[in-house]
């Protein structure tokens, strides 16, 4: 079982910069995949960023590549979103999710869909202002 919880959402100016942190409980956090998604109000759910258990391969959806990094501290069981030149179209409530490991999951696997994420946080809310 893994808890996941955000912080570091708030309000920005467009332009500006947030790191979402997102903290988990548990020995095994170093084995499992995780990700960042969003989502705005009205919307669905979006993929935005993931990193395999190892930290050697990311992945961003194409919105955001370029001005978000994701990374991990296994030692400090701890994800976070880096958040550059934020846009008003980032503004969604923010959530970590989990992917427990599998026997097709290598040390670079990415997971991007979110059916394949077994633990989520229950979000930070995200506002950047025009």
């Known amino acids: 079982q893994v808890q996941l919880v955000e912080s570091g959402g708030g309000l920005v100016q467009a332009g500006g910069s947030l790191r979402l942190s997102c903290a988990a409980s548990g020995r095994t956090f170093s084995s499992y995949a995780m990700g960042w998604f969003r989502q705005a109000p009205g919307k669905e759910r979006e993929f935005v960023a993931a990193?395999?258990?190892?930290?050697?391969?990311?992945y961003y959806a194409d919105s955001v590549k370029g001005r978000f990094t994701i990374s991990r501290d296994n030692a400090k069981n701890t994800v976070y979103l880096q958040m550059n030149s934020l846009k008003p179209e980032d503004t969604a409530v923010y959530y970590c999710a989990a992917a427990a490991p599998r026997a097709d999951y290598s040390d670079y696997t990415v997971v991007i869909f979110g059916y394949e994420y077994d633990y989520w946080g229950q979000g930070t809310q995200v506002t950047v202002s025009s």
């Open positions: 990193i395999s258990w190892s930290g050697g391969s990311t």
